[in-house]
């Protein structure tokens, strides 16, 4: 089956079965795998991209239901110019990440976070990320980053 969405703002038709899942389409058919495998159970928040500006995990979605949507991967975080997101500045900064496995979900989880919530509480962060599991970090680097870059945007 057919299905036409916009992925990191460019339209795209997608050939998949239907029991395709989005994580899948993403990586298999068009190659974008910073979204990453991490469980097949919609638990570690790997997979984590925007769906029509939600984050949700996408090895937990079939590829038709995003029929029409617009997806954002960690490849869309980006500027169009390549520079990084300042929230991954902010990670980077903060070592907010060890193997890397699991920050692209968490990049983009946090993204829609502030994407509703401009100005979060370290508890709300914490609540907010808790659907991604990072095996290295321990999270405190991960919430001072989110942290810093709220900082930071108050004081632009």
């Not at 991967?73 to 500045?89: F, R, V």
Request: aromatic residues 4%; hydrophobic residues 40%; glycine residues 8%.
């Amino acid at each position: 089956m057919q299905v036409q969405m916009k992925v990191n703002g460019k339209s795209v038709s997608v050939d998949a079965a239907p029991n395709t899942l989005l994580v899948n389409a993403l990586r298999e058919h068009l190659k974008l795998t910073g979204t990453h495998v991490g469980c097949d159970t919609a638990q570690c928040g790997a997979c984590t991209v925007h769906v029509n500006g939600r984050a949700v995990k996408s090895c937990n979605m079939l590829t038709a239901q995003a029929q029409g949507a617009e997806v954002t991967t960690i490849e869309g975080l980006a500027h169009a110019d390549g520079t990084m997101h300042p929230m991954q500045a902010a990670f980077k900064e903060c070592h907010g990440l060890q193997c890397g496995f699991c920050t692209p979900g968490i990049l983009v989880a946090a993204k829609a976070l502030l994407d509703q919530n401009a100005n979060p509480t370290e508890t709300e962060v914490r609540y907010w990320l808790a659907g991604n599991l990072c095996r290295c970090t321990g999270y405190d680097k991960i919430v001072r980053a989110v942290m810093d870059f709220v900082k930071e945007r108050r004081h632009a």
